[in-house]
């Protein structure tokens, strides 16, 4: 499996909602990332995480809460959010060290009404 | 702080007009430099992982190359199929990677 497989593919929440996004992996990866990804624009970093423990918030609002249950799993929960917030919400995952390529899934649209 | 400037910014080709993108960047220590291919809506596509200077990947049709201060992807004769956006990115210590802007690739028929 070379896969990092992300649900749901879209997205539409209002702005008092409460919803979750889902990353999965079996590549054995030990480095799991979430980028938020705006039209035209290359992904950004949000969060970091290294053997299941968060080691990187590229200070991201508290509305955003990401969890590591187990080294297979990421999660991204999603609260009060903006409409400014709508995005391509991409996960990756890696070997663990520098000059190591991530395999990204293909992302979850987020729509925020 | 680790930078990476795409050019240009929107390429325009005819299928088979064979063209070159640019990745020019700075960092300290460099780990490597990816390029990746990204369709309207998906994740990154992973192409290539460069290393060091003179080093070079093939592909199909692309092919990069890196020096000490910029990389390129280089595609020969392109296809209508070829068109996307392509991504750099570098890595210096740690695992992140800091992104170029992208080149947006159309290759009319």
């Known amino acids: 499996d070379t896969e990092v497989t992300q649900t749901p593919k879209h997205l539409v929440m209002g702005m008092t909602n409460k919803k979750s996004l889902k990353c999965e992996q079996h590549?054995?990866?030990?480095?799991m990332y979430w980028y938020k990804q705006k039209a035209k624009k290359p992904p950004e970093l949000m969060f970091v995480?290294?053997?299941?423990?968060?080691?990187i918030n590229e200070s991201v609002p508290s509305r955003f809460s990401p969890e590591c249950p187990n080294s297979s799993l990421l999660n991204l929960h999603l609260h009060a959010l903006q409409p400014e917030d709508s995005a391509l919400y991409l996960c990756a995952s890696s070997q663990e060290g520098p000059g190591r390529g991530y395999t990204f899934g293909s992302g979850t649209r987020l729509t925020v009404v | 702080e680790d930078q990476v400037t795409q050019s240009p910014e929107a390429l325009r080709l005819q299928e088979g007009e064979s063209s070159s993108l640019n990745c020019s960047y700075t960092?300290?220590?460099?780990?490597?430099l990816f390029w990746y291919r990204q369709d309207p809506g998906k994740g990154p596509e992973f192409l290539f992982t460069?290393?060091?200077a003179g080093e070079e990947k093939e592909k199909e049709r692309l092919k990069a190359t890196l020096t000490k201060k910029e990389s390129f992807l280089h595609i020969t004769a392109p296809k209508p199929e070829d068109s996307a956006t392509y991504l750099c990115?570098?890595?210096?210590?740690?695992?992140?990677?800091?992104f170029g802007e992208g080149t947006q690739l159309t290759v009319n028929p």
């Open positions: 960092v300290s220590g460099l780990r490597g």
């Open positions: 460069l290393y060091s």
């Open positions: 990115a570098v890595q210096a210590g740690g695992s992140r990677l800091t």
């Open positions: 995480y290294s053997y299941e423990k968060l080691s």
């Open positions: 590549m054995g990866h030990r480095a």
